[in-house]
C-alpha cells in the first residue's frame, strides 16, 4: 500500500536494504548459473550521468541517437561487417523477436514457419506466440549441435528463415553456422545467429587460439545476429543488440512516429521509450576495453572454464555434458535433484532445469569462487 505521508528516505533505503537480504550479489561469488555479471565500473558512471536519456524520442536526444547508431556499428565490426544496421535492445529476447519479425514480415507468407535448433532459447517460444509464426524443432547430434540435414529436411514454401546458435543457453555450444549459411543461401532463406551469450565470446576466443567455427557476417547466408552486451559485454541491463547485414530488415520493421521532437521518427525495436544510457555505456565499454581489453577477459574465463572441467571429472559421480566449447560447464549426475538441493542449501546460484546443472564462468567469477564450489560439491556427492 501507498503510505498517506512519506517515508523518510533514510527509512526507505532501510527497508530496502532489509528486504533485499535474500537477493544473491554477484560479488559474492555464489552467482554461479547466471549469464549476467555486476557491470563494469565505467558503465556505472555513465548511467549515473546519463540515466535520462531517452532514445524513444531520438530529436531530444540526438546526440545520444548518434552514439547507438555507432555502437551497432562497432558491434557491427566485431561480428565481421563493415556497416550495419540495428539497434541496443532490451536483452536477447527483444532481439531474436526482431529478427523473426523481420523475416516473416518480408517473406510474406500465409502460415509462416522457422526452423530452429532444439537447443535454442526460450525467447523463440515468445517471437512464435507474438508473431504467428509456426516454429518447426531440428534435431541435435550427439555433439548437441544442431543436426544441419535435419534442417533441410524441414524446410518447406513456408520457410520463413532459420536460427543458429552461438553459443547455446545450455551448453555454449557452436553450431555449425558455415553448414548452415550455405544451406541458407541455396534455398534463399535468410539465417539468422543467435550469439546473445557468444558474441562478445566467440570473436576474442578465435584470436586466441580456441578452434571455434565461422559464425558471423563474414558468412554470406547470415542475415542478422543477436548480441548481447549485458552478458559477457559487461554492460547494465538491459542491453541486447540486433544487428542486421541490410537496411531492407530494419525497413521491414519500422513503425513511424509521426508527433516526436524529431519530427517523423522510425522505430524498429518493441519498446518506445527506451535507457540511452545503456546503449550508451555499450559504446563507451566497447572504446575503453577495446579489442584487446574484452580478449583478456574472455582469456582468463576460458582457461578457468576449462580448469574447473578437468577438476569436476576427479569428483566420483559427477560426469561433464559435455567438453566446454566457450566459458560454460554444464555436469550431470544420477542424483541431480539431490545434489541441487544440497548445493542451494549451501547458498550457489545455480540451477538443474534442464537435466544438468550448467555453470557460466563470467567475469565475476573468481578461482576461489569455483574451489570452494568443488569442495561443496565434492562433500555433497561423497554422502549421496
Ligand atoms: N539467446 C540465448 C542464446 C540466451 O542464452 C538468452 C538468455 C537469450 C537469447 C535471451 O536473452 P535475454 O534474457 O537477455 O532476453 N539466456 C540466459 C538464460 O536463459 C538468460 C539469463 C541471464 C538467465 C541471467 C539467468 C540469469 O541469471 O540462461
Redesign the pocket.
Known amino acids: 500500500m501507498i503510505p498517506a505521508e512519506g517515508m523518510d528516505e533514510k527509512e526507505v533505503l532501510a527497508e530496502l536494504e532489509e528486504r533485499l537480504k535474500d537477493d544473491l550479489s554477484f560479488d559474492s561469488g555464489k552467482i554461479l548459473?547466471?549469464?549476467?555479471t555486476y557491470p563494469h565500473p565505467l558503465a556505472l558512471k555513465i548511467v549515473m550521468r546519463y540515466i535520462d536519456r531517452n532514445l524513444g524520442d531520438p530529436g531530444l536526444h540526438a546526440g545520444s541517437r548518434k552514439i547507438e547508431e555507432e555502437a551497432v556499428n562497432m558491434l557491427a565490426n566485431l561480428l565481421s561487417l563493415e556497416r550495419g544496421y540495428g539497434n541496443i535492445v532490451s536483452?536477447?529476447?527483444?532481439a531474436?523477436i526482431l529478427a523473426v519479425r523481420a523475416f516473416r514480415n518480408l517473406a510474406g507468407v500465409e502460415n509462416p514457419e522457422l526452423i530452429l535448433p532444439e537447443s535454442a532459447?526460450f525467447?523463440f517460444l515468445k517471437a512464435s506466440d507474438l508473431l504467428g509464426v509456426k516454429l518447426v524443432w531440428a534435431e541435435l547430434n550427439d555433439d548437441y549441435t544442431v543436426n544441419v540435414r535435419d534442417v533441410e529436411a524441414k524446410i518447406t514454401d513456408n520457410t520463413i528463415g532459420i536460427v543458429g546458435?552461438a553459443?547455446?543457453?545450455g551448453l555454449g555450444v557452436v553450431d555449425d553456422i558455415p553448414a548452415l549459411s550455405d544451406l541458407a543461401i541455396d534455398y534463399g532463406l535468410p539465417l539468422h545467429v543467435?550469439a546473445?551469450?557468444g558474441g562478445f565470446v566467440i570473436p576474442f576466443a578465435r584470436a586466441l587460439g580456441y578452434e571455434v567455427p565461422d559464425f558471423d557476417f563474414r558468412l554470406r547466408g547470415v542475415k542478422s545476429i543477436?548480441i548481447?552486451p549485458?552478458k559477457m559485454g559487461m554492460a547494465p541491463i538491459p542491453a541486447?543488440g540486433i544487428i542486421f547485414r541490410e537496411k531492407r530488415f530494419v525497413e521491414a520493421i519500422n513503425v513511424l512516429a509521426p508527433y516526436l521532437a524529431g519530427g517523423q521518427v522510425w522505430q524498429a525495436t518493441i519498446t518506445g521509450t527506451r535507457p540511452g544510457a545503456n546503449a550508451l555505456a555499450v559504446w563507451a565499454l566497447l572504446k575503453h576495453l577495446g579489442f584487446e581489453g574484452y580478449k583478456e577477459i574472455v582469456r582468463e574465463k576460458m582457461e578457468l572454464a576449462r580448469w574447473f572441467a578437468g577438476e569436476l571429472k576427479k569428483i566420483p559421480g559427477i560426469y561433464l555434458i559435455r567438453e566446454p566449447v566457450l566459458n560454460i560447464v554444464s555436469f550431470g549426475s544420477e542424483k541431480l535433484e539431490e545434489l541441487e538441493e544440497a548445493l542451494k542449501a549451501r547458498g550457489w546460484g545455480i540451477s538443474a532445469h534442464r537435466g544438468y546443472i550448467r555453470i557460466v564462468v563470467m567475469p565475476h567469477v573468481k578461482r576461489e569462487h569455483l574451489e570452494e564450489f568443488l569442495r561443496d560439491l565434492g562433500e555433497i556427492a561423497k554422502r549421496l
Do not use: R
Not at 548459473?33 to 549476467?36: A, E, F, K, L, T
Not at 536483452?91 to 527483444?94: A, D, P, V
Open positions: 548459473g547466471s549469464m549476467c536483452g536477447g529476447t527483444e531474436n532459447h525467447s546458435i553459443g547455446t543457453t543467435d546473445a551469450f543477436t548481447d549485458h541486447g
